[in-house]
């Protein structure tokens, strides 16, 4: 069992969303954790769609990955970080037209139905590619699938596309669901997608709005002698703090992706039977960013952004935002991604008075208040450490004259506004580094992505040579090569600044001692958990 000892270090490997949820937990909940092999663990968010392979997010992925599986899943000892899931083994192409997929023999759907390469091909073509929120980029140029067999599925590509960005890719887009329950139905509104039917190793039982899911045991899993649980409750409970009493009182044993609030860290972690762990997010990797409105005439120009990057104080986040738990970016790819990653690149360190020097060269003087211009900041709501930067935002812009007007709004106007509306000037968000840049990080600063696209460029940045890269890379088969231009768009990013890269951070699960096979793989949260067991 890999459990860490707090850190910088540890606690950076991780990060996708997960959706706030204002439902209150009734009174009266019956499940009591523990006993005949029931974990009981704590959900902070409560989705209504449960299929990851429309909705590929961290929330869906809690529940769904134990009952819909991908064709392969994050490893850390595995070939390419990858360990064989519905697929044994994958093979790109020279030319980058084509993967072969070699799948696994002997799997049924939870309704007794066998799985085969005929339900792969058309949950590519028809669900990942049109409808999925990541497929759609990933699977642009997907053509057709051939199905030689009923265990062998070939992707074709009307253009060159490298197998290194599928491969990557692998865990997060390729949720499988079945061809017979879906074909010929609306997809978006298939019953399907509240109460899934997958191979993986739990079946789901029912879902109680406010109170729980619930799912059991699949008995005739593919993998030998597992599951090692017979049921897994999801209990619903969006106060975090709600989440460290319970673990305390042993009404759950387990909360992911930081359901215990940081400051309750240090104070838990000494109470008998509890352990903190650090790992089993490394493939999950948020990033702390300053979104800019580059319509805006001051925000356009470089200098002013410069003055906006050395205002901020990026050990002060760390120790005072995230308490140490996280570490300072330093551009569009976190350091815990080591195949793409370059310290090469322009930096900004903290200085009030350089920052002062800039914006009085692009000839923003200070008023007789003192203030140089005034902006509307929106802090993303979705972590207590994205409101909390904001909020230190707005202190540190007004060091050097900048008078923000912080606004804070509830997730769906926030994406309204900053998303759709444009109505913006600087905003924080938190997106995801999933591995891959061309999987979430690029599309933060290429031009052209229509309004309403969630954690997307819609700050009307454009700059043609950084669009043609990007564009290169997304068609480079060579995976040097395209490492390669990787590196150069971190460098182009960084002297531009479409965008203010603050830090990096990870989760952390804490867990009833009672539980094992905790964070065994860099996607553990969001994995089948098929290993995971009580002791008894």
Do not use: C
Request: cysteine-free; overall charge negative.
């Amino acid at each position: 069992m890999l459990s860490t000892p707090l850190s910088r270090r540890s606690l950076m490997k991780s990060a996708a969303i997960l959706a706030a949820s204002t439902t209150l937990v009734r009174p009266g909940f019956a499940w009591a954790a523990g006993g005949s092999g029931r974990l009981v663990v704590a959900a902070d968010s409560e989705p209504k769609n449960l299929n990851p392979a429309i909705v590929a997010s961290n929330g869906v992925f809690y529940i769904s990955s134990k009952i819909v599986e991908p064709l392969a899943e994050a490893s850390f000892k595995g070939k390419d970080g990858l360990e064989p899931r519905l697929a044994t083994a994958w093979e790109g192409s020279d030319d980058g037209l084509s993967g072969t997929f070699k799948l696994r023999e002997g799997v049924t759907w939870h309704d007794g139905k066998p799985f085969t390469s005929a339900d792969v091909a058309f949950s590519a073509l028809s669900v990942w590619k049109p409808l999925q929120n990541l497929g759609r980029l990933i699977f642009a140029n997907l053509q057709s699938v051939d199905t030689p067999d009923d265990h062998t599925a070939i992707f074709r590509f009307s253009k060159p596309t490298p197998f290194q960005l599928i491969r990557n890719a692998l865990p997060v887009v390729t949720s499988v669901v079945p061809k017979h329950l879906y074909e010929g139905t609306d997809i978006a509104t298939n019953p399907a997608n509240t109460k899934p039917v997958g191979t993986g190793p739990f079946v789901f039982a029912e879902y109680k709005p406010g109170e729980y899911y619930r799912l059991t045991r699949y008995d005739k899993y593919w993998a030998k002698d597992a599951p090692k649980l017979e049921e897994i409750i999801y209990r619903v409970l969006p106060d975090r703090a709600g989440a460290a009493s319970a673990l305390e009182a042993e009404e759950i044993q387990l909360a992911a992706f930081s359901a215990v609030p940081l400051s309750d860290l240090a104070r838990i972690a000494k109470e008998h039977g509890i352990k903190v762990i650090a790992d089993g997010y490394e493939a999950l990797t948020y990033q702390l960013v300053v979104e800019i409105n580059h319509r805006r005439k001051e925000l356009a120009d470089l200098k002013v952004r410069q003055a906006i990057a050395h205002a901020i104080d990026k050990k002060l986040v760390i120790d005072t935002v995230f308490l140490g738990y996280a570490t300072a970016s330093t551009g569009p790819v976190p350091k815990n991604a080591p195949q793409f990653y370059t310290s090469d690149v322009e930096t900004y360190d903290f200085d009030v008075e350089k920052a002062n020097a800039l914006l009085d060269e692009a000839g923003y003087k200070r008023a007789a208040n003192g203030t140089r211009f005034s902006l509307k900041l929106l802090p993303a709501p979705y972590f207590n450490e994205t409101k909390q930067f904001g909020a230190y935002l707005r202190q540190a812009l007004a060091e050097i004259g900048i008078d923000a007007e912080l606004v804070n709004n509830d997730a769906a106007a926030h994406q309204k506004a900053v998303y759709t509306d444009h109505a913006f000037d600087l905003a924080v968000a938190p997106p995801v580094f999933r591995g891959d840049p061309a999987i979430s990080t690029t599309i933060l600063v290429r031009s052209g992505t229509p309004a309403g696209v969630g954690f997307s460029n819609q700050g009307g940045y454009e700059n043609k040579e950084l669009d043609a890269l990007i564009d290169k890379a997304a068609e480079t088969v060579d995976e040097k090569t395209r490492t390669d231009l990787y590196k150069q768009f971190q460098k182009q990013v960084t002297q531009d600044l479409p965008l203010i890269n603050v830090a990096e951070w990870g989760f952390i699960t804490v867990a009833r001692d009672t539980v094992q096979n905790v964070a065994s793989n860099p996607r553990w949260a969001v994995s089948n958990w098929a290993d995971t067991a009580l002791q008894e």
